[in-house]
């Protein structure tokens, strides 16, 4: 199993720091793990095609973790080479909606050469796929919001936006990586963790290694040190399990 940051800042413009993006390669499959803004542009820098996805995790519906899905769609469709593959897109409670929201606004992404399933996933529910299970846990920011944990002999676990979560807490225990929303150093903003925070869901949680992501400009002004098991996200960071 394996993780790379397609983007570990937020919806401000950053040359550094694209928004929030991952992508998960497991058992010969790839998990895209939100898709905020320029995402599918940023996987063709990487060499990777909208084609190469199987399966795309929203973790909740906010512009910095879904904008660019439609671009996604409708590469799928108009792009050089049209999608034949199936393309399942999981999200929390009202993904139906909101996909059908987005058709309604852009008729063109509706899927013509290949079938797309959409999940609804509002915590709790366990997916098999292949060799991997999903997983997912509502957590503290929108309605929908869920962490999600992927597993396979190794696991990773996403955290999405929250702020401390007990469901979080569950999710993660004992996780070989979390990959978590640290917006910010100090500062105090409902519905995601600071440092302060994220300490009490890593004492509680145990996981092995914390990947500090959806990082805000606060953080280029950072003095401080981060110790074992704290890691922050870099865009294009690779890191094998
Ligand atoms: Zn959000
Ligand atoms: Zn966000």
């Avoid at 058709?103 to 709790?124: A, D, H, N, T």
């Amino acid at each position: 199993m394996k993780v790379k940051i397609l983007g570990s800042g937020t919806l401000n413009p950053s040359m550094e720091r694209g928004s929030p993006s991952y992508l998960v390669t497991v058992d010969g499959l790839n998990i895209l793990v939100d898709i905020g803004p320029a995402v599918v542009k940023r996987l063709f820098e990487y060499g990777i095609s909208a084609n190469d996805i199987d399966v795309i995790v929203v973790t909740h519906f906010h512009v910095d973790h879904t904008v660019d899905l439609s671009t996604f769609f409708f590469v799928s469709n108009y792009g050089v080479t049209e999608r034949t593959k199936p393309l399942l897109v999981v999200g929390g409670q009202g993904v139906h909606k909101f996909y059908r929201s987005l058709l309604r606004v852009y008729p063109w992404i509706k899927p013509k050469s290949y079938e797309l399933s959409l999940k609804s996933m509002s915590g709790g529910g366990i997916l098999q796929i292949g060799g991997f299970t999903m997983k997912t846990a509502r957590v503290n920011h929108n309605r929908e919001s869920i962490a999600l944990r992927i597993e396979a002999d190794k696991s990773i676990t996403f955290s999405g936006d929250t702020g401390y979560s007990k469901n979080l807490v569950r999710l993660s225990s004992g996780t070989d990586l979390l990959v978590v929303d640290c917006s910010f150093p100090e500062k105090k903003v409902k519905g995601h963790l600071n440092l302060a925070t994220l300490e009490r869901v890593a004492r509680e949680a145990q996981p092995k290694k914390v990947m500090l992501s959806h990082l805000y400009p606060e953080w280029d002004e950072f003095r401080g040190v981060l110790y074992s098991p704290y890691l922050l996200a870099e865009d294009g960071l690779e890191v094998e399990l």
